[in-house]
């Protein structure tokens, strides 16, 4: 079965400095992965999806994250951080087989200090 | 742009109580998700549509849950009689296609029980 694990369920980052958030999967399958973010009071947000062609993938708002088979991670990183990243983000696995649905992780609350 | 629409955004009820849920789903978006977020967790799935059809349910506490998509477009859920562990936000999605790939979140129905 598939799953994804967030190793860290809080990040906290100075303004104008790199944003790190790590996933990692477990999967027999060829995986898709998704991040999501969550602002509050806002509906979730696909950033952005990996399905298997390019293992860098850009999203919206100067995130991107890479595919690593090796090491079966999915870091989600964006060069500089924006009062405006502060959420919370989850890692999402697309459950394969019949039943295809997507699997979350616990989340990644962000928070972005002046 | 197109979004999903929940309503209410925030429902107060004593356990006991019956609770109801809408959603409209973007217009087109045959696949419609039903999900239940608690405080510092993921979504979890608790009912999806394809069309009027539901095609996953298994985590849909049957025994006080039900959920309906009578025309394939807007949807209800229910809850009775409703639970203080049912506290929750409970989120819908809709999704243009059947593989769950790309999902567009409403910004969902906070409930509380007391």
């Known amino acids: 079965a598939q799953s994804v694990t967030q190793l860290d369920s809080h990040v906290s980052v100075s303004e104008g400095t790199p944003v790190l958030l790590r996933c990692n999967y477990s999967s027999s399958y060829s995986p898709s992965l998704f991040w999501y973010v969550q602002h509050p009071n806002k509906g979730l947000q696909l950033l952005l999806k990996y399905t298997s062609a390019a293992t860098l993938v850009k999203g919206i708002n100067g995130f991107e994250a890479e595919f690593k088979k090796s090491e079966t991670s999915f870091h989600l990183t964006k060069p500089s951080a924006h009062m405006s990243d502060a959420a919370e983000y989850f890692c999402?696995?697309?459950?394969?087989?019949?039943?295809?649905?997507?699997?979350w992780g616990l989340g990644t609350s962000l928070a972005v200090n002046p | 742009e197109a979004e999903v629409a929940q309503s209410p955004r925030y429902k107060i009820t004593e356990k006991s109580q019956a609770v109801a849920f809408w959603c409209d789903p973007i217009s087109g978006h045959a696949t419609l998700y039903w999900y239940r977020q608690i405080l510092g967790q993921g979504p979890e799935l608790l009912v999806q549509f394809q069309d009027e059809s539901v095609v996953d349910d298994s985590q849909l506490p049957k025994d006080r849950f039900s959920a309906e998509r009578l025309k394939g477009v807007d949807s209800t859920l229910k809850i009775q009689p409703a639970e203080l562990g049912d506290s929750a936000m409970y989120l819908c999605a809709s999704s243009p296609d059947r593989v769950a790939e790309t999902q567009y979140f409403g910004p969902g129905t906070r409930l509380l029980v007391l």
């Open positions: 999402v696995v697309l459950n394969a087989g019949n039943n295809r649905k997507l699997i």
